[in-house]
């Protein structure tokens, strides 16, 4: 009987010496299972453990279903795995595949929007990411400005321009929701306050801003354009602002990049400054910062108008002065 016992004894701890060996390689030994630089794994929400090793072995990122679930269980006490999208694109070992997904280290992806763009324009910025369809239509819930903008239709004007980080499964909803967020955060309560001094709403400072936002790049010219529409409208001259008239025809389908003076009476769009006196019915494009700020603050001046010249603006206070300007470019 005593030697049955050492025999156990002895082939037990062979094998445990055996176990603790196979424990450890597997432990330190790094694996990638994979074709290309990369590869992309989508844990679904609600999948069980098993199911996430299964999915992780059949995309060649583990080796081992088994170790995975018991480092799970017994180096990570059975934390959870955070759903989302991973990208792997290096060997590594059971234990930091394990680390990832308990930290959720979920792969993102980072995209600037430039001053500027209209809803369209700013769906194929997140083409790579987001359908423009389905971005499209997410930015037609204007109830998410409607206590700013009770007019507003769609989130043209506030999918604020900035640089984002979102996760590669983000919905189009939440992308829309964090740029009106941020529209919101720049928009303080004193610029709401100015534009009350003003006697203008949200709706007609962003769509002003938007105006002077396609009319010049440059920040330090956009207070003098300011100047000239605030003008304008105080003496209820037409803005006759071209970019106004090239946002109509985009809305129409007739936009075909080049405008000519025959458009600014043939578009028949309240878009069309040259045809209405006053502001178009909303914002033409997302303005930046500077812009918005002209527009609640343009410089003091009796300019009427202004026309680009060799990459800036020359401005006149009378249209015989704006007349000379343009024969001398002649």
């Not at 009796?302 to 002065?321: M, N, W």
Request: hydrophobic share 40%; proline share 6%; aromatic share 12%.
């Amino acid at each position: 009987m005593r030697k049955i016992i050492k025999a156990v004894l002895f082939w037990g701890l062979v094998l445990l010496g055996f176990g603790l060996f196979l424990f450890m390689k597997e432990y330190h030994t790094y694996y990638r299972g994979y074709w290309g630089e990369s590869k992309k794994v989508r844990i679904e929400r609600g999948s069980s453990v098993r199911e996430v090793a299964r999915l992780l072995k059949r995309e060649g990122i583990i080796r081992n279903e088994t170790a995975f679930l018991i480092f799970h269980r017994f180096l990570f006490k059975g934390a959870p795995l955070q759903a989302g999208v991973y990208r792997f694109s290096k060997p590594l070992r059971t234990v930091d595949v394990i680390r990832k997904l308990v930290n959720g280290e979920i792969s993102t992806f980072r995209v600037s929007v430039p001053e500027g763009l209209t809803i369209e324009e700013t769906a194929e910025v997140f083409s790579s990411y987001i359908p423009p369809p389905a971005f499209v239509e997410a930015a037609g819930n204007w109830w998410l400005i409607k206590d700013l903008d009770p007019e507003a239709r769609d989130l043209e004007g506030y999918l604020f321009p900035d640089t984002y980080v979102f996760p590669e499964d983000v919905l189009p909803s939440l992308v829309v929701k964090r740029m009106v967020g941020n529209f919101r955060r720049k928009f303080t309560p004193e610029m709401r306050a100015r534009a009350k001094e003003l006697g203008m709403s949200v709706r007609e400072v962003v769509t002003l801003a938007s105006i002077i936002e396609k009319e010049s790049s440059n920040n330090e010219e956009k207070p003098l354009i300011s100047s000239v529409f605030h003008n304008r409208m105080k003496l209820g001259m037409p803005l006759q602002s071209d970019p106004t008239v090239i946002y109509a025809m985009k809305k129409l389908g007739i936009w075909e990049g080049r405008l000519y003076r025959r458009h600014y009476r043939e578009v028949k769009s309240p878009y069309n400054t040259y045809l209405h006196k006053g502001l178009p019915p909303g914002p033409i494009c997302s303005p930046g910062l500077s812009s918005i700020k002209a527009a609640l603050y343009p410089a003091s001046t009796d300019y009427l108008y202004f026309i680009a010249v060799d990459g800036h603006h020359e401005f006149s206070e009378t249209y015989q002065q704006h007349l000379e300007i343009l024969r001398s470019r002649r």
